[in-house]
């Protein structure tokens, strides 16, 4: 259920809307006693009744009260349910939440069902403005925030008994946990932005949108288990001071830490409290119920840390498929103190008093958990609790540092804004085939490799084979081979099962996700192998790391796939001139091409029947959407493949079906239909043109092998 600003919505779909929301926490209240309702279990929780009686509260103090003459439903409610707004007067500490007794539930429930009968009537008139269509949204998720908070309240309030009674058959939550994955997804960093963009509801915490630098890093692409936790605890986690900060150390000695809050060990091994009652713990269920202290002990016990705030939303932002349970499960911990961000305002009037004056000694937790109501999360939400606070359903996700060079250190994003508003401003427009190659575009084009219809993987391989035999003694002893473009380096593998006393091999490619996880692939296959990843295009890479080849043999340059047709002509040459400088005066240069052919043969390994080349095509879209905040409508383009014989290259192209104006940073650009943006070229090559290329670039062709039809070829080329 989506709660969003109701500007442009209908009095009907306002009330509607209304009504789903405040019928939520009675349907969570049913079912559980007056006494149940009533009881406060710690001075960091209140009452379930308190809850039902505040939410109401919040809508007759900040809406209802602005109305002439608006009378109150009992004035001295006001101050019952007050929660922290100086501004309203005066109101009841929270510890004493639990001593009041009056009213009476049945009274607090009549008071929910006058406060949702006038706000109906108020809706009705159909007067709302901006300001209080804000606070109308703003009260609906203050409701749902208080639907979670008042499952974390009640659970602990079971946990109080010796009884270990159950609030619920089945644990309230909307979406099932996803099952774990394993491994963890890289992300290059740069300058990247976060915040709430301004689309949609956002509490005012949650902004100005703004940029923040990030060295690269990495997330786990899982939470932390409880099967993780029980070899922490194992391993004296508990027990160990370095493990610990300070105040965190004094906080485990005074209360006695020993496991995450509502854990129990007996004779049948340990088990927690949960809504549902006691029950053993799951191994395979992220942890719950920990402190900040605790997950950064535990981060620092696992050689990680944890992610700052900044780090999470960027990860979540661009590859929130790579990272199981984002949402859903529990609040995640950072690292990051709760702050206002560069330029924050809290919002005018009452509700300035919801955020700002909490942003000291806290911390950010982000994601959102299995209670909390289904819409109500986004990307950008901050949650935030004190440090040694336990009852939140909060876990958390580990990082650490990527071990990933950066070629230039440029923002990613930034060069791709700038190259496509160029591109797509061009009459016809195009854009660069590099660009494909985020994570999911590499994924496609892996499974595009798989098809029947496209030949050239296949018989490059085939044709490796039988040629990396023949030629690997050429590198030499301690060599460094650097591949230009390396994708998922599964090519790669034949290359080095042929030359064993390769000493480094430098994987260069734009998308950090996909190398990095592939130089993982290659150094655990290869452990005597330094393996050391370049984030960068290699069309403009000035060096190689100084860490490598240091004293080394010579540099071999591998650039399989037929990638070297995706260049025009004089890029082409560019390319390979400046591979020659890079190597050095006795460098070897390993590069495939694919050969002209039947155009029926070209077409069809374009223009798969199944569409996969369609979507690695319009992912281009889909990357720029996501990325770049753009709002194209990829299944509004159309896949076309065609071949020019004059230039002998297949070309792919977008089509559009229909007129529409795309918006890209703040730039309109208009489509007409039947425009095309030209995203790839991929030039077939003879001999003759082969040789010509190398000659050009100050090569020279030591090897030329074809494979049979339909082929391709290899050459060995020479400095």
């Excluded at 006038?118 to 008139?125: A, D, K, N, S, T």
């Excluded at 369609?614 to 990357?623: C, G």
């Excluded at 014989?645 to 792919?652: G, I, L, Q, S």
Aim: charged fraction near 25%; include cysteine.
């Amino acid at each position: 259920m989506n709660v969003h600003s109701p500007v442009g919505s209908t009095v009907e779909d306002d009330i509607a809307l209304f009504r789903r929301v405040r019928g939520a926490m009675p349907e969570l209240a049913k079912g559980l006693s007056a006494e149940d309702l009533s009881a406060q279990s710690m001075p960091d929780c209140s009452p379930g009744k308190w809850h039902l009686a505040h939410t109401s509260w919040f809508f007759e103090a900040l809406i209802l009260s602005r109305e002439p003459d608006y009378r109150s439903v009992d004035p001295r409610w006001q101050v019952l349910f007050n929660s922290y707004y100086e501004a309203l007067g005066e109101r009841v500490a929270r510890p004493e939440r639990g001593m009041m007794t009056r009213p009476s539930l049945d009274e607090v429930l009549a008071y929910r069902r006058e406060i949702d009968r006038r706000m109906i009537r108020w809706l009705g008139q159909g007067e709302m403005d901006a300001h209080s269509g804000y606070l109308f949204t703003l009260g609906l998720n203050h409701d749902q925030q208080h639907q979670e908070l008042f499952l974390m309240d009640i659970l602990n309030l079971m946990s109080r008994s010796p009884l270990d009674p159950a609030a619920y058959e089945t644990e309230p939550r909307a979406t099932e946990i996803e099952p774990a994955r394993g491994g963890e997804t890289a992300f290059a960093g740069g300058l990247v932005e976060i915040g709430h963009g301004g689309e949609g509801f956002a509490f005012d915490n949650e902004g100005p949108r703004h940029k923040v630098w990030l060295e690269p890093f990495a997330l786990s692409n899982d939470l932390v288990s409880n099967g993780d936790w029980l070899r922490f605890m194992a391993d004296d986690g508990y027990a160990r001071p370095e493990l610990w900060l300070a105040d965190g150390w004094a906080t485990v000695k005074a209360e006695g830490w020993d496991a995450p809050l509502y854990w129990r060990r007996d004779a049948e091994g340990w088990s927690t409290m949960t809504l549902t009652g006691r029950a053993p713990v799951d191994s395979a269920a992220p942890v719950r119920h920990v402190s900040l202290y605790e997950a950064d002990a535990y981060a620092r016990w696992a050689g990680k840390r944890l992610p700052t705030e900044a780090e999470w939303e960027h990860a979540a932002r661009t590859r929130p498929e790579a990272l199981t349970n984002v949402f859903g499960e529990v609040w995640q911990w950072t690292a990051s103190a709760y702050a206002p961000y560069p330029g924050f305002r809290p919002t005018e009037g009452t509700a300035s008093e919801y955020n700002g004056k909490f942003m000291v000694n806290q911390a950010v937790l982000r994601g959102g958990c299995f209670a909390t109501p289904q819409g109500h999360e986004r990307v950008s939400y901050r949650n935030f609790f004190y440090p040694h606070q336990r009852w939140a359903f909060a876990g958390l996700r580990l990082a650490s540092d990527a071990n990933v060079t950066l070629a230039g250190g440029d923002d990613e994003h930034a060069a791709f804004r700038e190259e496509l508003i160029a591109g797509l401003s061009q009459s016809p427009k195009r854009t660069s085939p590099k660009w494909f190659y985020d994570a999911a575009g590499s994924d496609l084009f892996e499974d595009i490799t798989r098809l029947p219809e496209y030949y050239p993987t296949r018989q490059e391989a085939a044709l490796l084979r039988a040629v990396a035999p023949e030629w690997a003694p050429l590198f030499g002893p301690g060599a460094t081979m650097v591949e230009f473009g390396s994708g998922a380096s599964e090519k790669t593998r034949i290359v080095l099962d042929a030359a064993p006393d390769l000493a480094a091999y430098v994987p260069v490619d734009i998308s950090p996700d996909a190398l990095e996880a592939a130089a993982t692939r290659i150094r655990d296959a290869y452990p005597g192998l330094e393996v050391v990843p370049v984030v960068g295009d290699f069309l403009s890479l000035d060096q190689l790391p100084e860490s490598v080849g240091q004293g080394m043999g010579r540099k071999v340059g591998f650039f399989p796939g037929s990638t070297i047709g995706n260049l025009t002509p004089d890029e082409a040459v560019a390319f390979l001139k400046g591979a020659r400088r890079l190597l050095g005066e006795d460098a070897l240069f390993v590069l495939g091409v694919d050969l002209v052919k039947d155009p029926a043969v070209l077409i069809a390994a374009y223009d798969d029947a199944q569409g996969v080349t369609a979507a690695f095509n319009r992912n281009l879209l889909v990357r720029a959407n996501r990325e770049l905040g753009a709002d194209f409508d990829p299944e509004a383009f159309a896949h076309l493949a065609v071949w020019d014989d004059a230039t002998a290259r297949m070309e792919m192209h977008l089509q559009a079906t229909r007129p529409m104006t795309v918006t890209i940073d703040g730039r309109r650009i208009a489509f007409a239909r039947g425009e095309t943006i030209h995203t790839e070229n991929s030039r077939k090559f003879t001999e003759q043109s082969l040789r010509d290329l190398a000659t050009a670039s100050g090569w020279r062709v030591a090897a030329f092998r074809e494979g049979p039809a339909p082929s391709v070829a290899l050459a060995l080329l020479e400095a």
